[in-house]
């Protein structure tokens, strides 16, 4: 049995054995009216994926496929459908599947917000079907989570735009990256080279911000106009009360010293984290928050209609992420989530050759 009965997918079997996930064939939740049914052909690798099959964000309902950077396309739609999807379109799912689209948050385009939002993978829909992610053959996810993929995209580069680019973006378009704005990014990862591809992008002026200078030439490729070490002497001097605003997307608070970046923002700046990093976190000190009249926030995946805005600008701008790809499998699959895990990746795996595993 398979498509449309069942689908097949790579699944971590347990916290213990994460490094090797295993072909599985499963039942998906029914069929919704407001549903589209996409074969997978391409799914970036997520921190996220790594975090939840490891367990070190909590429980995990096992076994799980993972992948929220899901790219594919569209094999069956529900006659309720009103976002035009039609068979065969290219379409993108990033990491929500789900949100009741009508409270106070969803009717303002917060629909990340939402109380009810659920999971692309390891939620739990009604009736107890737990969503599964796009290591797999095919996803099926409501109308408002699926996206069509501008034609100028590449297959294998809109993918990881779907959770990490989609996470670097929303905070810069939400908080005024624009020309005339200078703008800091913390923390050159999968997601801090997506905040300098798309911070350019927006026209605002972009410094990199990193402990050595290991990632200078990197940063410098991807067009940042500045690139600050944080291991130097003094390095805040030359630099205070002059950003607008600064991303933080470093996956570690560790010796992380809050308020040497604080002191960086203009009256009013404002320091947003994307990241949901292990470990004791930030100390705030309001005297030294007091000085510039600073704001510290954070900030979580993408609205739709933020997507759909990013998308866009990515195929009109040409904007190119650094991406390797590898083929789907239970060696891809596994290669990936180590990778991931061991930070060897510069600066985003996405999977690929799905027809050559599911057939
Ligand atoms: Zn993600
Ligand atoms: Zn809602």
């Not at 002026?205 to 990632?215: D, L, P, Q, T, V």
Request: hydrophobic content about 40%; charged content about 20%; proline content about 5%.
């Amino acid at each position: 049995m398979v498509y449309p009965n069942t689908f097949q997918g790579f699944a971590v079997q347990s916290a213990n054995t994460w490094t090797r996930p295993v072909r599985t064939e499963y039942t998906p939740r029914p069929f919704e009216d407001t549903d589209v049914d996409i074969r997978v052909v391409a799914c970036g690798v997520c921190g996220s994926d790594v975090h939840t099959v490891t367990g070190g964000w909590g429980a995990c309902p096992y076994p799980l496929v993972v992948g929220h950077e899901i790219v594919g396309n569209v094999v069956r739609v529900g006659y309720k459908i009103t976002t035009g999807l039609k068979l065969g379109d290219r379409v993108g799912v990033g990491a929500q599947a789900f949100a009741c689209l009508q409270c106070k948050q969803c009717k303002s385009d917060n629909e990340v917000y939402c109380k009810h939002q659920l999971d692309t993978y390891g939620a739990t829909f009604p009736g107890g079907f737990v969503s599964q992610g796009g290591y797999a053959s095919h996803v099926r996810v409501h109308e408002y989570f699926v996206f069509p993929i501008p034609d100028g995209l590449e297959t294998a580069s809109a993918a990881p735009m779907l959770c990490a680019g989609a996470t670097a973006f929303s905070p810069l378009y939400r908080n005024g990256a624009c020309p005339g704005k200078k703008v800091g990014v913390v923390g050159i990862g999968g997601i801090g080279h997506f905040a300098i591809l798309f911070g350019k992008a927006l026209g605002a002026e972009i410094w990199a911000i990193s402990r050595s200078n290991a990632k200078r030439e990197d940063a410098l490729k991807l067009g940042v106009d500045g690139y600050i070490a944080t291991q130097e002497k003094d390095w805040t001097a030359p630099h205070t009360m002059t950003f607008d605003l600064i991303i933080n997307c470093a996956n570690s608070s560790k010796n992380f010293n809050l308020d040497d970046y604080l002191s960086l923002l203009d009256v009013n700046g404002k320091f947003v984290n994307v990241g949901l990093p292990e470990g004791d976190g930030f100390t705030i000190r309001p005297f030294n928050m007091m000085r510039n009249a600073a704001f510290f926030g954070f900030s979580h995946i993408a609205s739709r209609k933020e997507i759909l805005y990013m998308l866009n600008l990515a195929a009109e701008k040409g904007i190119k992420p650094w991406v390797e790809t590898l083929p789907v499998g239970e060696e891809g699959c596994s290669t990936a989530l180590r990778r991931c895990h061991e930070n060897d990746v510069r600066y985003r795996l996405t999977l690929v050759d799905y027809e050559n595993a599911f057939d």
